[in-house]
């Protein structure tokens, strides 16, 4: 007996349906947002749910909450889908409303055209019927700031492994109840909670999957076969793009090269460009390494070069070798912080002029504009004379060097040029 015939009479909804919450008590994980005296409880309670926007990735519960919200507040719910929706439902939807107390739902509120915007945000202007949007984008980018002012956003995350594991014990509890014979051990529970990616709808598709026409204990084969193709949790044109470049741009900074080589598997597997990838590393070859480890941008920049011409899958080793360096290196942000402070002067101040002796010589007449006294450095002994090479900038306004106790390239620049000159180069950190 399997799923469909023990349960004929849900045998068109899936199981990710069929157990969803009636109440927020029976949801699983998002504590913050359904916890006692929550701001969403607050509102409920006091039958003024008004506009809201569950943001956050699929499969987490956003549907969920809000039809748990509509049950709770005993109020007939309507959803839309974006892409399909016309500003004709809408319309029909607040007009209903006007008579009768109705929970409006748009899933992928973030789609929704300008003039379907317009329109419900003149409903959640006049309060004409609860509103409650999701979406997968960040809605401080995806939606329109109007909505956004008249809309409390409440971001949802992804479940924990515990919260996913019980969400699968449900769901087999559930089909045990309908006589659907399936077992899970405690590290196959373990297994499908996390290679779900923090998404309760995949873990539940993958349990309906294992239960359909086999009976008894499931097999790592199954689950094997099951995740063959199973994607991780990305977009590489929305959010979780930025937060796990982010996340892999944070990780070669704070010389963490586990967690640098987990991000980056996370890039590779979700198919993103390789090209993109050591854009990122040869940027911050320079950004956080800098005069630290000047061989890191050329390992960049190599890495760079071979990924055009070899391309996935045996790019991810050399994605990997450079990412490696730039985790590995130690780290100089002088680079970065001085072109940055420099700019910042040259926008807000009138430029400096350059020094008569630092002037173009190069033609007939320029002695007699005074373009003289330049002293040439590779003619002193030193290989470096006391000259002015911009007036009225003090020595450490733009650079000063990261150097610390490794022995960096910064580092031995600042030591020569302190034996050669007599003066200590200005440092972020002083001894």
Not at 62 to 82: C, D, P, Q, Y
Request: proline residues 5%.
């Amino acid at each position: 007996m399997d799923l469909f015939d023990a349960a004929p009479s849900d045998r068109r909804r899936p199981l990710a349906d069929v157990l969803r919450p009636t109440t927020l008590d029976e949801v699983i994980g998002q504590q913050p947002l359904v916890a006692k005296g929550s701001i969403l409880r607050r509102r409920i309670a006091a039958d003024a749910l008004g506009s809201l926007l569950l943001y956050g990735p699929p499969g987490i519960g956003k549907t969920s909450i809000a039809r748990a919200v509509g049950n709770m507040l005993g109020k007939e719910f309507r959803i839309l889908h974006a892409a399909g929706v016309r500003v004709q439902d809408i319309r029909k939807i607040a007009d209903e409303a006007r008579i009768k107390p109705i929970l409006m739902f748009v899933d992928e509120v973030h789609r929704l055209s300008s003039t379907q915007a317009d329109d419900l945000l003149t409903i959640c202007e006049e309060g004409t019927t609860d509103f409650i949007g999701a979406t997968t984008e960040n809605p401080y980018h995806a939606i329109p700031k109007a909505l956004i002012s008249r809309s409390q956003v409440l971001k949802l995350e992804p479940l924990s492994l515990e919260d996913m594991k019980d969400v699968i014990r449900r769901g087999v509890a559930f089909l045990q109840a309908q006589s659907v014979d399936i077992e899970l051990t405690d590290d196959q529970l373990t297994l499908i909670a996390g290679r779900s990616g923090g998404d309760a709808r995949r873990a539940l598709t993958t349990l309906e999957s294992l239960a359909i026409g086999h009976t008894g204990q499931v097999t790592e084969a199954m689950i094997d076969e099951v995740y063959a193709a199973a994607p991780v949790n990305f977009d590489r044109t929305g959010d979780q793009h930025y937060d796990v470049t982010s996340a892999f741009i944070k990780s070669m900074r704070g010389s963490d090269p586990d967690a640098t080589l987990y991000w980056l598997a996370v890039l590779v597997h979700a198919g993103e460009d390789p090209r993109f990838i050591a854009r990122r590393i040869m940027i911050h070859a320079s950004e956080d390494i800098g005069l630290a480890d000047n061989t890191a941008l050329q390992t960049a920049v190599a890495a760079a070069e071979a990924v055009e011409r070899i391309g996935y899958p045996e790019a991810q080793i050399i994605l990997a070798h450079a990412a490696l360096h730039i985790a590995r290196a130690p780290k100089s942000a002088a680079a970065c912080r001085g072109i940055g402070a420099a700019l910042s002067y040259v926008r807000s101040n009138p430029q400096l002029a350059v020094p008569l002796h630092l002037r173009d010589a190069h033609y007939a007449g320029a002695k007699k504009l005074g373009h003289v006294g330049y002293r040439l450095p590779h003619k002193d002994p030193k290989g470096w004379v006391d000259q002015t090479y911009v007036e009225n900038v003090p020595r450490g306004a733009f650079y000063q060097s990261d150097a610390r106790e490794a022995a960096t390239f910064e580092k031995r620049a600042d030591e020569h040029w302190h034996r050669i000159t007599g003066k200590r180069t200005p440092r972020t950190f002083e001894d």
